[in-house]
């Protein structure tokens, strides 16, 4: 019998403790890359979240809108968000599949994602998601990706 992992994500750890909490607004950017679209969380509950994000500057096309890269950067994090919400400790994920649908411009500011877990098994989940304008009245964008389940390791060095 193998013994349990020694390190976690701290992601996965971080967002744990924000829904065990109940910190509502509570910054999701634990690493670099989601960092950038500063998440917050709106609510939730292991493996079902809201999630606020806000656009980068930086992430606009010349005609004003948000970029699609950025749009489905933010399904990915958001599904993402709610498959670590849900795992145990010692235990993270690395999307395999997405699938994304543009379905409306999107317009600098905050932007709203609730993601779920549809399934989560022991070593793939799959998740959906839908991305709002900030007063959640027009549906933007939504998503369905599957995600491997895997066991943290720690970071190699060098």
């Known amino acids: ?3 349990p992992p020694a390190t976690d ?9 924000a829904i065990e909490a109940g910190e509502a607004g509570a910054p999701l950017g634990a690493n670099p ?3 950038a679209l500063a998440p917050r969380l709106v609510r939730g509950r292991a493996g079902a979240l809201e999630i606020r994000f806000t656009t980068p500057p930086d992430a606009l096309q010349g005609n004003g809108v948000v970029g699609g ?25 690395a999307t395999i599949s997405l699938n994304v649908n543009m379905l409306a411009a999107a317009r600098p500011g905050d932007l709203l994602a ?9 070593s793939v989940a799959f998740v959906r998601a839908s991305l709002f304008d ?6 933007v964008a939504t998503a ?9 390791r720690p970071a190699s060095v060098g």
């Open 114 to 122: 609730e993601a779920e877990v549809d399934r989560l098994g022991r």
């Open 9 to 17: 994500n701290p992601t996965r750890a971080h967002i744990a403790a």
């Open 33 to 35: 890359a989601l960092a």
């Open 144 to 152: 369905s990706a599957s995600f491997a389940i895997i066991e943290e």
């Open 1 to 3: 019998m193998s013994s």
């Open 69 to 93: 890269g950025v749009l489905a950067g933010m399904l990915d994090a958001a599904m993402a968000i709610a498959v670590l919400s849900a795992l145990p400790f010692g235990r993270t994920c």
């Open 134 to 139: 900030a007063g959640h009245t027009r549906l």
